[in-house]
């Protein structure tokens, strides 16, 4: 299934409910998208339709020439308390639905985090279940001191459905992902970097915390960062990393530093 199929499959989905609240917001703001979770109410649950609106923005910003993107929640306080509940049992009463959606939203998420831009999930809250598994699928994590990152899961009877128990392993390891899920219990944000779960926590809202970690990033050629976000991407797969490296050999950016390595060195 490809993103495109997955959009549509999560809007079909979405028709079998009434609307309700809550929506994917984005906004591109310079060299930095904004990917926001608006949902305050229910403290940011998914429902169907913001599902699809997810797979939505995330075609939208493949088409994006920018290099980073922080996904964070419309308000503070809060992250993303999973799929929203009311609706998931509307929609999903049948096991092969479930199925369908759980396809669904693991290509959207696959798809976030392949996207040729460095991410960074800011979270300022909550982070549970489905919400716990929508952090991985961003390069990195910063989180508020008091925020936890708690896969929930096996707690209500079930496993993560949105592929975050593959992204998780990649992360942490086959042991450490094993022993989140199995246990079920919340991760603070102390823990969570120690784990490396969280790349960093800080003070104040992290969606602040998000751009102080882009900082460096952000002071680099985009170009450049879109192409070794690329050959991350594509890591096992040397011909994929070879054409990111021949898109920016010789470009401006490359040339523009080597005339400046020219200048230093004859200096």
Known sequence: MNLEAARTELEALATRVA???G?????LDGDVAWLRLDNPKAHNALTIRMMAELGAAVA???????????LAPSTEGTFCSGGHLDQVQQALIAPDQGHRM????GVVL??????????VAAVDGPAIGGGAELTTACDLRVI?????????????GVAPGWGGTGRLVRLLGRRTALRLLAEAR?????EAVALGLADAAC??????????????IRALPVAAVRAVKGQVSASDDREAQAARFAEVWGGPDHRAALRALGRRSSG
């Open 23 to 27: 929506r994917i917001a984005l906004e």
């Open 19 to 21: 609307p309700g609240e």
């Open 60 to 70: 939208r910003l493949a088409e994006w020439t920018g290099a980073c993107l922080v």
């Open 203 to 216: 003070e104040g809202p992290a969606a602040e915390g998000a751009l102080e970690l882009l900082a460096p």
């Open 102 to 105: 759980a396809r669904a939203m």
């Open 110 to 119: 696959d798809a976030l985090l392949d996207l040729p831009v460095v991410s």
């Open 186 to 190: 919340p991760v603070q944000a102390e």
């Open 144 to 156: 508020r001191w008091g925020a936890r990152v708690h896969f929930v899961h096996a707690r209500l």
